[in-house]
């Protein structure tokens, strides 16, 4: 169907230009946003509220919450910070007009960092800005270690690679190394973070560097 | 974008006189074709090479392989049976019209059971019927209890769910109670096989009922 290929294409550019829009709003309020995006079950809500949980007495926090169906909010909300639906519809990604809709339910100027939780998809959400300043791509140790030469797009494009459920290493065979390798081809000196949700594990050295992107806010992205 | 509906209708209108087009050909041939559709890194592969292995001295088997990077298809070839590459071009699902593109590859009556691997996305796939008999899902353990809430419309469509990685069971709070009711409100009395490629648990149950319905091939569907 090659006269479906310009339609793509419109949708795509009508998506930077609100995603442009998106992102000079949150550099007028001083705040950085997040793309948070993983495989379903990859551990997006257990990081954000892992996160949220560790940073959210030294910073002001706010989340948009993008998944289908929003178990999640009530988990996050009844940390008591600032929360955003974003009803996709059944969509299968979030887009920048989605996002760029739901910014004025959340008091932006009283946020320092905005987490919005995309849906949970290793490939479309790949093709959408979202006028985020930082993409966060949470692999999990269970998917294998070759999910970067599989699904090549999403690694490509990421600020910064957290491989979660590192505990079950030991049950799994998943070579650490022919993972990065595959993440190295991709995406050359990519930030990476071994973590665990459940063990802690690794989870200070992804926090010290979401901490020093938020405190250096006004030159990332 | 309110005038996106009506294209979204015509494209999925077109896929479905494909589908039909495809599902005659496979009747025609005898071929029982199932959909085999997970999350990346859910098993998709691993249950196809293992049911191959345990079947194909029983069972004509042919294979197409939709996944982005057909990292798979090696596998699965050295097994010595007919495979075809699905090129998708990165898109994120298989639809009607890639498959029937695909049929020519295969001598369809020379096959009882055409095995066709969907692109890893636990969304996107459940929306594109591709002309096969059967919608096989594969959960897996690690993914977490709540995937059929989370994701409705993949389990909504299935004619059988495996749920895999049992052996991971005793390391995850993995509620198999939660999971199995959240099926049971979406697609009530879907078969269901907890399997285990590792350990190779629940195995022959789900391989009992998939020759059941190669041998009731012409009344599937």
Same mark, same amino acid.
């Given at each position: 169907?090659?006269?479906?290929?310009?339609?793509?294409?419109?949708?795509?550019?009508?998506?930077?230009?609100?995603?442009? @829009?998106?992102?000079? @709003?949150?550099?007028?309020?001083?705040?950085?946003?997040?793309?948070?995006?993983?495989?379903?079950?990859?551990?997006?809500?257990?990081?954000?509220?892992?996160?949220?949980?560790?940073?959210?007495? @030294?910073?002001?926090?706010?989340?948009?919450?993008?998944?289908?169906?929003?178990?999640?909010?009530?988990?996050?909300?009844?940390?008591?910070?600032?929360?955003?639906?974003?009803?996709?519809?059944?969509?299968?990604?979030?887009?920048?007009?989605?996002?760029?809709?739901?910014?004025?339910?959340?008091?932006?100027?009283?946020?320092?960092?905005?987490?919005?939780?995309?849906?949970?998809?290793?490939?479309?959400?790949?093709?959408?800005?979202?006028?985020?300043?930082?993409?966060?791509?949470?692999?999990?140790?269970?998917?294998?270690?070759?999910?970067?030469?599989?699904?090549?797009?999403?690694?490509?494009?990421?600020?910064?690679?957290?491989?979660?459920?590192?505990?079950?290493?030991?049950? @799994?065979?998943?070579?650490?190394?022919?993972?990065?390798?595959?993440?190295?081809?991709?995406?050359?000196?990519?930030?990476?973070?071994?973590?665990?949700?459940?063990?802690?594990?690794?989870?200070?050295?992804?926090?010290?560097?979401?901490?020093?992107?938020?405190?250096?806010?006004?030159?990332?992205?």
């Amino acid at each position: 169907m090659p006269n479906t290929i310009p339609v793509v294409e419109n949708i795509l550019s009508a998506n930077d230009q609100i995603a442009t @829009q998106t992102r000079a @709003q949150l550099d007028r309020d001083g705040v950085l946003a997040i793309n948070v995006m993983a495989s379903p079950g990859g551990g997006k809500t257990s990081v954000i509220l892992k996160t949220i949980e560790a940073l959210h007495d @030294q910073v002001r926090i706010g989340v948009m919450d993008g998944d289908i169906v929003p178990l999640d909010l009530e988990k996050i909300a009844e940390l008591g910070i600032p929360v955003s639906l974003i009803n996709t519809g059944g969509n299968c990604h979030l887009d920048a007009n989605m996002v760029h809709g739901a910014l004025p339910s959340l008091q932006l100027d009283a946020l320092d960092l905005l987490i919005i939780e995309n849906v949970g998809n290793l490939i479309c959400p790949a093709a959408f800005k979202l006028g985020t300043h930082l993409n966060i791509v949470i692999a999990s140790v269970p998917e294998g270690d070759d999910k970067p030469y599989k699904y090549p797009a999403m690694f490509k494009g990421a600020d910064v690679l957290l491989l979660n459920k590192m505990d079950l290493c030991e049950y @799994q065979d998943f070579n650490v190394d022919y993972f990065r390798h595959g993440v190295e081809v991709l995406n050359p000196g990519l930030a990476f973070f071994p973590i665990s949700c459940r063990t802690g594990e690794g989870f200070d050295a992804w926090l010290d560097w979401l901490r020093d992107r938020v405190t250096q806010r006004s030159s990332v992205g």
